[in-house]
């Protein structure tokens, strides 16, 4: 299984929502990250949890809460979001947070009502 | 820090021509390098990847590779594209330092003419 998962693809909320998107990998990875992007642009990295603990936090508005409950499930919660972030969400894994190759997701396509 | 260069927004070329796509790194040691493509509303898939050994690397769907040191270069380049070739291309860096991320170049658009 080489698949990273993403759920849902497709996700609209307005602004006073709660939503959550959800990203699973049984790939054995250790590294696991969420990108935002915006159209016509590169991905940019959110967060990244390693071995299941927040590693690195790009200065993300609080609105966004990532939770890896376990090694395999990376979870990203939203909540008062704006119009603006709306973005394709994409999930990556990586065998180690050491360099190497990331395996993206498919994306969950955000929109913000 | 690494960073990536893809000079190239908008790149056209015939079905069946050759392909060239550029991307220069900057990073003080060997980086990672990798180049990933991306059709519209999909995720990145990886074409490539380069560690270190051999400079010309093989990838997925016909792609090669070639590092270039002196250059700080990891062109991308395929001998006859196809229409399904059509999309966005990415290169990105990284580096064995656990708090480095990799980085992204801003894209090339690849457009085909039938």
């Known amino acids: 299984d080489t698949e990273v998962t993403q759920t849902p693809k497709h996700l609209v909320m307005g602004m006073t929502n709660k939503k959550s998107l959800k990203c699973e990998q049984h790939m054995g990875h250790r590294a696991m990250y969420w990108y935002k992007q915006k159209a016509k642009k590169p991905p940019e990295l959110m967060f990244v949890?390693?071995?299941?603990?927040?590693?690195i936090n790009e200065s993300v508005p609080s609105r966004f809460s990532p939770e890896c409950p376990n090694s395999s499930l990376l979870n990203l919660h939203l909540h008062a979001l704006q119009p603006e972030d709306s973005a394709l969400y994409l999930c990556?894994?990586?065998?180690?947070?050491?360099?190497?190759?990331?395996?993206f997701g498919e994306g969950s396509r955000l929109t913000v009502l | 820090a690494q960073s990536v260069t893809q000079p190239d927004i908008h790149i056209t070329v015939s079905e069946g021509a050759s392909l060239e796509l550029r991307c220069n790194y900057s990073?003080?040691?060997?980086?990672?390098l990798f180049w990933y493509v991306q059709s519209p509303g999909q995720g990145l898939q990886l074409l490539l990847k380069?560690?270190?050994?051999?400079?010309l690397v093989q990838g997925i769907k016909g792609f090669e590779a070639e590092f270039k040191r002196s250059q700080s270069s990891f062109n991308l380049r395929k001998p006859s594209v196809h229409w399904s070739d059509a999309a966005e291309y990415f290169c990105a860096v990284g580096t064995m330092n656990r708090d480095d991320k990799i980085i992204f170049g801003k894209g090339t658009r690849l457009h085909i003419l039938p």
């Open positions: 990073y003080g040691a060997t980086p990672y």
């Open positions: 380069y560690f270190s050994g051999d400079t």
């Open positions: 949890y390693s071995y299941e603990k927040l590693s």
């Open positions: 990556a894994s990586s065998l180690r947070q050491l360099g190497g190759e990331l395996f």
